[in-house]
C-alpha cells in the first residue's frame, strides 16, 4: 500500500541529527567506537532533590490522572519567582506563563498559532533549524536575515529595517546565541523592541542558554514595553540538566499566551503532575547549583579550546551557551569537510556549522555535553590521525 504522505512534509526534510544518530550508530555496529561531541543533552543528572520530588510524587496515587493545560499552579509561580530573582522581570504566574513539554513544542505552538500561506517570518542564519523547519509546515515564507562575525553575530536591524516587511510577522532571535555561542545585548534587545514596535512584528527570543557558562542572564522581557511585541521561551533543559524530562515555559502578555494556549491544548493534555512538581524543585535550585554546573563546563571547554588548536581552528574564548562555535581552517572548503574527514579518521564526530544556515559554512560546533576525559581522548585521536 502506497500512502502519500501530506504536501505540508513536502519541503520538510529528516532532522539532520537524526539523520546522522543513524550513521554514528551504522558504524558503531561496525566496530567502530565513535565519539559524538556534537548533540548538547547534558550528560549530568538533574540536582538530587529534584529526582526525589519525581520520586515522592510519582508515588502518591492522586498524581497520575490528566493535568489542567496550562500547568500547575505550583509551577507557574515557580517560573515567576525565577524570572523574578534571575531576570528581574515581574510576570503574572496565572496569566503570562504557560509551561511546555520543552521549548522545541513551543516553536511549533507559536508558529501554528500565527503563521499561514501568505505571511513572512524572519529566521536567523546561522540558527537552530526547527525555526525554519516549523515555519514551513505552516506554510509561511522564510526570510532569513544573516548573522556575521564582523556584525558581532547580532543582526543588522537598520539594514533589515529598510526592506519590505509588511508581511513579516514573526522575528525569531535567540540570544545567548546558539550556535555562535553570542551573549544577550540589553542596548541590542531595547533596539529590537523598538524595531518591533516600529514594523508590527512579533519577535520571539528563545532564551534555554542564559545560565550556561553566562555571567549575566538577561530577558528580552526586562526591556520597558517588550511585553507588547514580544514573547519568550525559556526551558530546564540546559539550565537544570533536564533535557529528557521535556520542561519549559513561554512568557509572554496574557492575550498571546490565550492565543498559543488554542492551538496548544489541541495538541496535549498537560505535563505529568510529578515531572511539574520536580521541575518547580528545579527552578528553585539556589545560586550554587548554577556555580557548579558552570564550573564543570569551564574545566571541559578548556580541553575542547585544546582540540580545536589542534585541528587548526579559530574561535572566541568569551563565548556563552553548551557549545564551542570555531572558524574551519583554510585549507578546509567548510565546516562539512572538516566534520567528515575527523569523523572518518579520528571516529569522533563534530557538528559542521552548515547545518545552522549557509552562513554557518565555513564553522563547526562543539558540544559541551562529554567529560573531559572524553574530550582527552578526542584531541589524543585526533593528534594520531592527522
Ligand atoms: C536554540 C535552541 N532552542 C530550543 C532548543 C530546544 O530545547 P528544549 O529541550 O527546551 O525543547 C534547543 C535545543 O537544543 C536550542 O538549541
Redesign the pocket.
Known sequence: MNIQTASRLGQVEEYYFSRKLREIAQMRAEGKDVLNLGI?SPDLPPAPEVIETLHQASSSAGNHGYQSYNGIPELRQAFADWYRNWFEVELDPNTEILPLI????G?MHISMTYLEAGDEVLVPNPG?P?YSAVARLTGASIRHYNLEADKGWFPDLDALGQEDLSKVKIMWI?YPN?PTGTPASKEFFSDLVDFARKHEILIIN?N??AFILNDEPLSLLSVPGAMDVAME?N????SHNM?GW?A?MLAGKKEFLQDVLRFKSNMDSGMFRPLQMAAAKALSLPESWYRDLNAVYTGRRSKVFALLDQLGCTYNTDQVGMFVWAETPEQYPDGYALSDEVLEKAHVFITPGGIFGSSGTPYIRVSLCSTEAVFAEALDRIKSAF
Open positions: 548538547g520543552g521549548s522545541k513544542e516553536i537552530y526547527t535567540n546558539m528563545d534555554p542558554y521561551l526551558s530546564l533543559s540546559k533535557a521535556r519549559g
